[in-house]
């Protein structure tokens, strides 16, 4: 027979000839190679020289929400929060950068709070805010924040009042850059971000040191807001506690320029002691107006 | 979160009828924004939220020339998941982000392209300074309206 049967195919395609096998397989893959190529059109080059950008083409950097940072302590493991909680209601500041900061703060402690699954604390930090928008003429972009704050602390829904306090301090920085007070809104940010370092230090002192210490690096950060409190009007800069905060910034930004492996433990001490010297002023009023 | 999505898209729906009567009486000032350009790139972060991440209202954007790259500086850390997306408003156009870490390494863990939309996955080996590169591939338009936002687990 000069002509024979096309062999057949095995295992999953018994009844098909190997030919037909073979055409299915081509189209299949040239389908799978177009497919990738519309979903991938551009090859990203695998490294590129970032001094090609020139300032002008580099925005900056999005200032993290305190739960980006809570979501790697989660996975650390489980350290005491209800050690790190702050006693105390801090007053309503008169000043306008104090109250700025000091209701950045309050929002990081809410974390704080919600991680010791403290509802009465958590509940309270709650009104705090509220307060201390009020203070600033943006009460009404929280009012509905600290309602759910409360509702779901009594819930002992922690991930929903995580996201709350996330959401308050999105909404109050929006309503300030609306009333453009951009640097209070950056204020609030730093408030929140101080806070949050004083903590992150104090866990990692307390023995999650090796995956926390990386947490620290974050060297654009406090170059941005030297720059931001650089660029803020004359009076502000010159309020004594932007002052004591900006000194905080730059006596612990070659700190944390280091690799995260090569913060030592002296360095993590140091930190906390600034952030803690300068989260009292915030709180107490003490070094500013 | 959930809400602010839900209300942009809300917003946009409010738009459209209004659009189409600007669209009929003011074709020449017509012109796409950043705001527009936003509405898109939270659409193309929805799939990724139901997923879990959240996605800030934080966004980044502005307008750019076909083939002009911009980079976006972000604070990252070691142990959360990150999604960037990146979208236009404008028809035709296509565009891409990729992650670089400060040393200029792509650290990319996927990514995909897809006409006006885009997207990458980066999971951090280490923490600290990354930076999006944004890049618009084509569009019919001179310059054209962008925005990035990103969401973490």
């Known amino acids: 027979m000069l002509h024979s049967e096309p062999p057949l195919g095995e295992g999953i395609f018994p009844r098909f000839p190997m030919k037909s096998i073979f055409h299915i397989c081509a189209f299949v893959v040239c389908s799978a190679l177009l497919t990738t190529t519309s979903l991938r059109a551009d090859n990203p080059p695998q490294k590129i020289s970032l001094s090609d950008f020139p300032a002008a083409a580099v925005d900056e950097v999005v200032v993290p929400v305190p739960s980006e940072i809570f979501a790697v302590l989660d996975k650390l493991g489980n350290p005491n929060w209800k050690g790190q909680l702050r006693d105390g209601k801090a007053r309503t500041p008169e000043d306008r950068a104090r109250t700025a900061l000091l209701l950045g703060n309050v929002i990081a402690e809410g974390f704080v709070a919600v991680e010791a699954e403290d509802a009465e604390r958590v509940k309270e930090l709650g009104r705090q805010v509220l307060t201390l928008a009020e203070a600033i003429n943006v009460r009404k972009s929280v009012i509905a924040r600290s309602k759910s704050i409360t509702d779901m602390a009594d819930q002992r829904d922690w991930k929903g009042v995580r996201s709350e306090f996330d959401g308050a301090l999105q909404d109050v920085r929006s309503a300030m850059q609306e009333l453009n007070d951009q640097d209070l809104s950056q204020l609030v940010s730093l408030g929140g971000w101080l806070r949050g370092t004083e903590v992150l230090t104090s866990i990692v002192q307390g023995g999650f040191a090796k995956d926390g210490t990386e947490l620290l690096h974050q060297p654009e950060l406090v170059s941005y807001f030297d720059r931001c409190i650089g660029t803020m009007g004359k009076r502000l800069r010159k309020n004594p506690l932007i002052v004591s905060v900006r000194d905080v910034l730059r006596k612990i930004e070659p700190i944390v320029n280091e690799g995260g492996d090569k913060i030592i433990p002296a360095q993590v001490k140091t930190i906390h002691e600034f952030t803690h010297g300068v989260n009292q002023q915030i709180v107490e009023g003490t070094g500013g107006n | ?153």
């Open chain 2, 1 to 153: 979160m959930n809400l602010r999505i839900a209300q942009s898209f809300a917003s946009l729906g409010r738009r459209i009828p209004l659009l189409g009567v600007a669209f009929l009486c003011f074709v020449p000032l017509l012109h796409a924004t950043v705001d527009d350009a936003l509405s898109f790139a939270y659409e193309a972060a929805l799939p990724y939220y139901k997923q879990g991440f959240s996605i800030r209202k934080d966004a980044w954007g502005g307008d750019l020339g076909v083939k002009e790259k911009k980079a976006v500086s972000s604070q990252l850390f070691r142990g959360n998941d990150y999604w960037f997306l990146m979208a236009t408003d404008v028809k035709g156009a296509s565009l891409s982000v990729h992650i670089y870490d400060d040393k200029g390494n792509l650290v990319d863990a996927e990514s995909w392209q897809k006409g006006r939309f885009a997207g990458v996955r980066v999971s951090p080996k280490a923490t600290g300074t990354f930076f999006a590169i944004v890049q618009i591939l084509k569009s019919p338009e001179d310059r054209t309206p962008w925005a990035l936002v990103y969401g973490y687990k």
